[in-house]
């Protein structure tokens, strides 16, 4: 999944230019999210990998809590009804948007 994750970078990097370190770091979180939160995986069942963070914690959290530090949830972002994002999962809408294309 790293190398993945890696080849999904590394191709919103190639599709911009920066103005600034700021506009740099904003897209890189962005994508970032939308990877955790809307992605599915298929190592992971076809689910993204807070998804299957939290059916993890479910699973695992009674029987040894010491595995968590914290509990794995969803907050409003990107990819939400509230979020810029609204309803975006697939990769050829995300890159038009963060490469600035309409």
Same mark, same amino acid.
């Given at each position: 999944m790293v190398e993945r994750f890696n080849g999904r970078? #590394?191709?919103v990097l190639a599709t911009r230019r920066y103005d600034s370190a700021q506009d740099l770091e904003s897209t890189l979180l962005?994508?970032?999210? !939308? &990877?955790? =939160? !809307?992605l599915p995986q298929k190592a992971l069942g076809h689910r993204c990998p807070m998804d299957a963070m939290k059916q993890w914690y479910e699973q695992w &959290?009674?029987?040894r809590p010491g595995l968590f530090t914290k509990r794995p949830r969803? =907050?409003?972002g990107h990819g939400t009804k509230t979020g810029a994002w609204a309803g975006t #999962? %697939? %990769?050829? #809408?995300?890159m038009a948007r963060t490469s600035g294309n309409p």
């Open positions: 970078i #590394a191709e962005r994508d970032v999210w !939308l &990877y955790n =939160h !809307l &959290y009674a029987e969803k =907050h409003p #999962a %697939r %990769r050829g #809408a995300v």
